[in-house]
């Protein structure tokens, strides 16, 4: 149904192109607009982990209340260490697997997209990745079985941080290499940068000079980045710097994808339930829909069952962002 409505989107945006209303012209909007589901990741420090005790999947009744409000895309975090228990070429492990599957083939056949991208900051049992060949049978073995799904998009590793760039450009063409080779040749691929992947920082921490490098056969990549709108843009306090902080933090991001013909997605963003942070919200989503022939959408962090009630929470109907943030926001996105 969403995949339908995405083709109308793209339908009604070329035939205004071609004869543009004189005044009230329907505003631009966002392809993609998300969620991060969260909770399968939890209890990163216990590699293995109890279901329902260290870590939690996501309620499917929940899916269908983000799509009712206007969702395509949702943003699965998991960890690598319970796919591929112990080493990056182990087994995939058929219950955790088992249950990643169930999501994506729920979202997918809803007709939104399914975002696989584990949480993992470029680490594994702790220690930061440095076996690439590894990261690409990883890849290759958890993208084969989706190869013909094309709602599927491959993040290719949550917020590197505090690693060598060229590691980090290596890694991300290592999980480039390791799904085409899988065969999901049709997928996009969303990469993402050193120092958590922030759009603020994108051009001045490097990741812009190494990341452009990156070669995808199939020419489907979507640069991922973050922004959160606090004072340190960690998405740790609950108050937005200014009412325009989100847009004034990706105007350098903006540039880079433009002069270098490049696609982008914010991956996670947030702010408090408060007025301030709903206008900067409003501001940045504004920014990214008027620049939307480089970005294709942003993605709320965050939902799941066990946030209770953190400030960001956009779980139905509990979550304070539920009622607090998403009426506000969701116009931004598609028809
Ligand atoms: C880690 O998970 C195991 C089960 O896999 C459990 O027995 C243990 O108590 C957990 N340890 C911690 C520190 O949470
Ligand atoms: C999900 O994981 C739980 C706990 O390991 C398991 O009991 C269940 O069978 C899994 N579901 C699927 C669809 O694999
Ligand atoms: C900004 C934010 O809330 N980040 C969190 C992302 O999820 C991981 C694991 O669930 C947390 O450790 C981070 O604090």
């Not at 440095?130 to 799904?149: C, E, H, L, R, Y």
């Not at 491959?154 to 991300?172: A, S, Y």
């Not at 069952?305 to 943030?325: F, L, V």
Request: net charge negative; with cysteine; charged share 20%.
């Amino acid at each position: 149904m969403l995949v339908k409505n995405l083709l109308a989107v793209a339908a009604v945006a070329s035939s205004a192109l071609a004869a543009p209303a004189p005044e009230k012209r329907q505003a631009k909007k966002l392809k993609w607009f998300g969620i991060n589901e969260s909770g399968a990741e939890f209890g990163e420090k216990n590699f293995t982990g109890v279901y329902g005790k260290e870590y939690i999947w996501y309620d499917l009744n929940t899916i269908d209340q983000f799509i009712a409000q206007g969702m395509n895309m949702f943003r699965l975090n998991f960890l690598m260490e319970r796919i591929t228990p112990g080493t990056l070429t182990s087994p995939l492990d058929p219950l955790y697997f088992g249950n990643l599957t169930e999501q994506v083939k729920y979202i997918t056949s809803k007709g939104a997209y399914a975002m696989i991208q584990p949480h993992n900051y470029g680490r594994f049992m702790g220690n930061i990745i440095t076996d690439t060949a590894g990261f690409k049978s990883w890849w290759t073995a958890v993208a084969a079985p989706f190869k013909d799904n094309d709602l599927v998009v491959f993040d290719t590793n949550n917020e590197f941080h505090d690693m060598d760039q060229t590691l980090v450009f290596n890694l991300n063409q290592a999980a480039i290499d390791g799904i085409r080779a899988a065969g999901a040749t049709k997928q996009y691929i969303t990469p993402e940068g050193n120092s958590w992947s922030g759009a603020w920082t994108w051009v001045s921490s490097g990741n812009g000079a190494s990341l452009v490098n990156l070669k995808d056969p199939s020419d489907k990549l979507i640069y991922q980045m973050h922004q959160y709108l606090d004072s340190d843009g960690s998405g740790t306090h609950a108050e937005c710097v200014s009412t325009t902080i989100f847009s004034e933090r990706l105007k350098a991001a903006t540039k880079w994808l433009k002069d270098n013909k490049k696609q982008g997605v914010i991956g996670e963003f947030a702010g408090g339930v408060n007025d301030q942070c709903v206008t900067a919200l409003q501001d940045g989503l504004k920014y990214l829909a008027d620049n939307n022939d480089v970005w294709w959408g942003a993605i709320w962090w965050a939902a799941g069952p066990w946030w209770a009630d953190y400030m960001y929470n956009m779980e139905p109907t509990s979550g304070p962002a539920w009622s607090g943030i998403l009426p506000k926001i969701k116009t931004y996105f598609g028809s």
